[in-house]
């Protein structure tokens, strides 16, 4: 499964979820289904302007952990 | 043509058809009361069962009169298919309006053809049999199988899964950010 990091580079970028909502033109509602990994997907549009704001890679904000 | 001018012509249909079946049942509801003061009263053609035209009667010896058997048992059968027919067109209304509003895949539409396969069905139950008995003599009975309303009732269920699928797919969609 993927694992969503969002939480993690939020702390790390010292950045609240609505001030990264605000700056990316996404509602808080649809950042938090993806922060809390409730989200069934994630348009690579959305995935670009959170890593342009948070200055970080996909692979920073996306985990893939094994299910066994 | 349009879209939205399309479903709104398909909607006054509807209601044109629902208004229809108010007026049925108003004639049915008068040929009722009148049929219960005299029963030589002979307003609706009963004998709709043979050629499925139910027509006014144009004289008094023209159409056999029945008995109370027969007359209650038809009565009845054609009301319940009118207010059948009148919910399953009150449900299509509600659905092709809601697509109207582009709000086409709510859970509320595969409900909507789910009831419309139920009710159709119940139609074609109920015009598997036909009744009549002409005053004095004895019951006549007659069975079909009418396969158009059936594939009706099919085509119903079908769209009912497929608005499910939609509405499936819409709340999946939802849920990508």
């Excluded at chain 2, 023209?62 to 009150?90: A, D, G, V």
């Excluded at chain 2, 396969?117 to 005053?135: A, C, G, P, S, Y």
Aim: aromatic content about 12%; charged content about 20%.
């Amino acid at each position: 499964m993927i694992r969503v990091e969002l939480d993690v580079m939020l702390a790390r970028r010292k950045m609240k979820l609505k001030d990264l909502a605000a700056e990316i033109g996404i509602s808080v509602t649809n950042l938090s289904l993806l922060k809390t990994g409730k989200a069934k997907g994630v348009r690579f549009e959305t995935l670009a302007a959170i890593c342009k704001c948070l200055d970080c890679q996909p692979g920073d904000l996306l985990v893939f952990q094994s299910e066994d | 043509m349009n879209r939205q001018t399309v479903l709104k012509i398909t909607v006054i249909l509807l209601r044109f058809l629902q208004l229809l079946c108010l007026m049925g049942l108003g004639l049915l509801i008068y040929d009722v009361i009148a049929f219960s003061i005299d029963p030589s009263h002979n307003f609706v053609r009963w004998e709709w069962y043979m050629n499925e035209t139910l027509t006014i009667a144009q004289g008094d010896e023209e159409y056999p009169l029945q008995s109370k058997l027969s007359y209650y048992f038809n009565w009845l059968q054609i009301t319940l298919q009118l207010w059948l027919m009148l919910l399953i067109w009150q449900n299509l209304i509600r659905v092709v309006g809601s697509v109207a509003s582009f709000k086409t895949f709510i859970k509320d539409n595969a409900a909507s053809f789910f009831k419309i396969r139920n009710l159709v069905f119940f139609l074609w139950i109920l015009d598997t049999f036909h009744l009549f008995q002409e005053l004095g003599a004895a019951i006549q009975m007659t069975w079909g199988f009418n396969l158009e309303i059936l594939l009706f009732a099919l085509a119903a269920h079908v769209l009912a899964l497929i608005f499910k699928e939609g509405k499936r797919l819409a709340d999946e969609q939802n849920l990508i950010v």
